[in-house]
């Protein structure tokens, strides 16, 4: 160990600049890793904040002279599918939604947000919980209370940092009363503000705020499955009980149509498995181009050093000598590298996520990964230089100019 570390110091510019490969290599690794665990999370978190085992119930489309609207232009699907949906066994919840924007007032402030229509089952089947207050409940969709349940984007907005429980809402100049508030969701996968709604009574939002001219119709229904495993058989199911609700003859299309979000949800978290793995990789072949150039240093310090070789194995030196001696020389720059590059990585990341504002993930299995990996490839392309070094005969060294 003393002689690697001595001849290391004897050489420290080009020690240095064989390490500042392993460094490069590995703090590409660590940041690499964090960006790409970073954005696998955020996308994560997004897919559980839409809600588990989620399915979007739309109406069908219209067709006039030739033109075809999209799907919910065509007001087919209804309260009452959505309350058949919920009793279906593989069904845990089904939520009719009715939506509008709208200007809220409260005071001098003001702010156009979402106002969205529902029942007590949107709790459920959007998986989404209250901060204060009470949900929407059974006796405000009868009655069709002026109630409201505000989000944290909206609370933002016009309360600041007032609590707006109790306080009194204007929208479309009709007086709401705010009784919770909602839990914060952040985005959704297509980058919406999930935080930027107001909840009212389903009925109340046809009634008084947007109108309906097809009374008990709604433009879609969130279904919630109860198991993942059971996605297949709910979908099904409710296509079933739809074409028998709606009157569909055999080979007729459907006047609905049914989305399966945890599919695209999975979509998104595979693509973002893969962009992780990617980054990773390209990390990696930092690493390799630094135990590359910790090889062809070595196999120039074997061939400087071969009268040295010889002179130690005529005094004695075993070959098995040798070869740890140049192993651990390899080793050594391996390991200091890799920790300088695990620290490098760290700051790195961390100056990403403050100064560009990105999301980044650090975790203690990829900086030890990456700190393994660079001190294998220190062993791996170490140990060809150290074998020639060895396998040198004592005579020839001795003669080698």
Known sequence: MGEAWRALGANRMRTALTMLGMIIGVAAVVLM??????????VNR??????????????????????????GSAPTVTIKDAEAIGKLPSIAASAPISTGSAQVIFGANNWSTQITGVTPEYFVARSWTMEQGDPVNQADVRNAARNAIVGQTVIHNLFGDDNPVGKTIRIKNLPFLVTGTLEPKGQSLDGRDQDDAVLVPITTAQSKLFGNPYPGTVRFISVQAKSAEGMDEAEEDMKQLLRQRHRIQ?????????????????????????????????????LLVGGIGIMNIMLVSVTERTREIGVRMAIGARRWDILLQFLLEAV???IIGGLIGVGLGVWGAYGAAMGLGMEVELSGRAMLLAFGVAAATGIFFGLYPARRAASLRPVEALRYE
């Open 46 to 71: 997004s897919v559980q904040s839409m809600g588990s085992n989620l399915f979007i119930v739309l109406s069908g489309s219209t067709s006039a002279g030739g033109l075809r609207g999209g799907s």
């Open 33 to 42: 890793l964090a960006i790409g665990e970073g954005a696998k999370q955020s």
């Open 250 to 286: 055999p080979g007729a299309e459907d006047d609905f149509s049914v989305r399966n979000l945890a599919a695209a949800a999975q979509t998104a978290s595979a693509a973002a498995q893969a962009l992780s793995m990617m980054l990773g990789a390209i990390g990696s072949i930092s």
């Open 332 to 334: 050594i720059m391996s």
